[in-house]
């Protein structure tokens, strides 16, 4: 049973879920049934240059004005 992340169109409250079959996805926020399934961000570990691991998430920043992993703005 796959955990989506979902966003209310309603109150845009951002929220995870358990989905069994093809159950009715309801905001725990304010009860909407308009939201939509977006794409989440995942964790994986890789080897770094030494054969070290090094956690990484797609998600994460390496400048603190965006979500973008690399732009030309922070240089990444």
Do not use: H, W
């Not at 159950?23 to 964790?43: A, D, F, H, T, W």
């Not at 400048?63 to 973008?68: F, N, Q, T, V």
Request: proline content about 3%; overall charge neutral; charged content about 20%.
């Amino acid at each position: 049973m796959p955990i989506y992340e979902y966003q209310c169109n309603e109150c845009k409250d951002t929220f995870e879920c358990l989905v069994f079959g093809k159950e009715e996805i309801i905001c725990p926020g304010c009860q909407g049934k308009n939201v939509k399934r977006i794409l989440s961000s995942c964790g994986f570990f890789s080897k770094g240059s030494g054969g070290e691991t090094q956690k990484t998430s797609a998600g994460t920043s390496s400048c603190s004005g965006c979500s973008a992993t690399s732009c030309s703005t922070c240089g990444g």
